[in-house]
């Protein structure tokens, strides 16, 4: 009679184990797609929101790098005096201070499109400083005279980079 018992216990429970391993096989499945489908909207309502904000440092760097065209920087920026030493210090200054003031953009831009932004900067600044050791480099209009025509027989360092800003934008699409 107990034996029967048993067999009696074991045969209602082996139901109940099944229908409590399948319910729990399917809240485990079910929770773990809820938290897949949260971290989907989760990141794409951080992308909506990030996406102005990538598109605004762009937009930025472009600028930058439009401001340290040698052409225009030349423009922007004239002589104070005819010593072509005090020249080439405002003009490198004028670029260290564009780009230190955007310096907080390159959280949004990628490795690679800031260190070309960086590499442009740099070129810029050594072109200045080049056309500066040159003999014929005697005054600070000199000095812009022969940058410009340096700029005449080449493309800018910033060009390079600004391309490379526009790719990576149209990439974004």
């Given at each position: 009679?107990?034996?029967?018992r048993?067999i009696?216990?074991?045969?209602?429970?082996?139901?109940?184990?099944?229908?409590?391993?399948?319910?729990?096989?399917?809240?485990?499945?079910h929770?773990?797609?809820?938290?897949g489908?949260?971290?989907?909207?989760?990141?794409?309502?951080m992308q909506v929101n990030a996406?102005p904000?990538?598109?605004?440092a762009y937009?930025?760097?472009?600028?930058f790098?439009e401001?340290?065209t040698?052409?225009k920087?030349?423009i922007?920026?004239a002589p104070?005096?005819?010593?072509?030493?005090?020249?080439?210090s405002?003009?490198?200054?004028?670029i260290?201070?564009e780009f230190?003031?955007?310096l907080?953009?390159?959280?949004?831009?990628?490795?690679?499109?800031w260190?070309i932004?960086a590499?442009?900067?740099?070129?810029?600044?050594q072109?200045i400083?080049?056309?500066?050791?040159?003999?014929?480099?005697?005054?600070?209009?000199?000095?812009?005279?022969v940058?410009?025509?340096?700029m005449m027989?080449?493309?800018?360092?910033?060009?390079?980079?600004?391309?490379?800003?526009?790719?990576?934008v149209?990439?974004?699409?």
């Amino acid at each position: 009679m107990n034996s029967e018992r048993i067999i009696d216990v074991f045969l209602f429970a082996i139901p109940a184990l099944i229908t409590g391993l399948i319910a729990y096989y399917f809240f485990k499945e079910h929770t773990k797609n809820e938290d897949g489908r949260r971290r989907y909207l989760l990141h794409k309502d951080m992308q909506v929101n990030a996406m102005p904000l990538r598109l605004q440092a762009y937009e930025r760097m472009a600028i930058f790098l439009e401001r340290i065209t040698p052409s225009k920087l030349l423009i922007r920026v004239a002589p104070i005096s005819s010593n072509k030493e005090d020249y080439e210090s405002l003009l490198i200054a004028s670029i260290e201070q564009e780009f230190e003031h955007n310096l907080s953009q390159q959280i949004y831009l990628t490795d690679d499109c800031w260190n070309i932004i960086a590499a442009a900067k740099n070129a810029t600044i050594q072109l200045i400083r080049k056309a500066s050791l040159l003999e014929k480099t005697d005054t600070a209009n000199k000095l812009r005279e022969v940058v410009l025509t340096e700029m005449m027989e080449k493309r800018a360092p910033s060009d390079a980079a600004l391309s490379f800003i526009k790719q990576e934008v149209s990439e974004m699409w």
